[in-house]
T-cell receptor, first 112, second 115 residues
Framework: GESVGLHLPTLSVQEGDNSIINCAYS??????FIWYKQESGKGPQFIID?????DKRQGQRVTVLLNKTVKHLSLQIAATQPGDSAVYFC???????????FGSGTRLLVRP | DTGVSQDPRHKITKRGQNVTFRCDPI?????LYWYRQTLGQGPEFLTY????????KSRLLSDRFSAERPKGSFSTLEIQRTEQGDSAMYLC?????????????FGPGTRLTVL
């Protein structure tokens, strides 16, 4: 069946270091992928997205990489800050549906 | 604030009671989605509206759940005869379909606790 999963449930990094959060997906029909950030008690906040016709997209301090060959997605955060501490979800979507399929999330802890 | 808003933010109810949640999407967003999220898990899709039409429903949406979007603007999600297993965060998202990726933007959620 469809699934979006994450390799690491918790990631702890030193402030100022770069963070890499990984995600695996299983549905080869997925053509759109999004990373969300969710802080405690809040709804998911859009970070960055990427379509399947791209393999890299950059935003402010964030980069998403897509490897369709191995069905792998990653989020890179440069110069991680305390405000980046949150749970990060990857999500996927296919052309045939409007729903997002989320993984279970990775908690990012930033040590001062 | 022009983001997605949800009301109430928290709801505590007794088992067997009915509850109704409201979602106001971002202005001019024609697509609206409901998701449910339990602790430590990612959101799970419940249903989707394009304007006032409900176009997709998850198997998670049992017959005790009903959603409406009567005028294509705000939406309500009602749960009848609540059960303890309904305790979760109910999230609403909206998007605008024209061109581009149709990014879904989420509201703050309604936390439901069924005693």
């Amino acid at each position: 069946g469809e699934s979006v999963g994450l390799h690491l449930p918790t990631l702890s990094v030193q402030e100022g270091d770069n963070s890499i959060i990984n995600c695996a997906y299983s549905n080869s029909a997925s053509d759109y992928f999004i990373w969300y950030k969710q802080e405690s008690g809040k709804g998911p906040q859009f970070i960055i997205d990427i379509r399947s016709n791209m393999d890299k997209r950059q935003g402010q301090r964030v980069t998403v990489l897509l490897n369709k060959t191995v069905k792998h997605l990653s989020l890179q955060i440069a110069a991680t800050q305390p405000g980046d501490s949150a749970v990060y979800f990857c999500a996927e979507k296919t052309k045939s549906s409007y729903k997002l399929i989320f993984g279970s999330g990775t908690r990012l802890l930033v040590r001062p | 604030d022009t983001g997605v808003s949800q009301d109430p933010r928290h709801k505590i109810t007794k088992r067997g009671q009915n509850v109704t949640f409201r979602c106001d999407p971002i202005s001019e967003h024609n697509r609206l989605y409901w998701y449910r999220q339990t602790l430590g898990q990612g959101p799970e899709f419940l249903t989707y509206f394009q304007n006032e039409a409900q176009l997709e429903k998850s198997r998670l949406l049992s017959d005790r759940f009903s959603a409406e979007r009567p005028k294509g603007s705000f939406s309500t999600l009602e749960i009848q005869r609540t059960e303890q297993g309904d305790s979760a965060m109910y999230l609403c998202a909206s998007s605008f379909s024209r061109t581009g990726p149709d990014t879904q933007y989420f509201g703050p959620g309604t936390r439901l606790t069924v005693l």
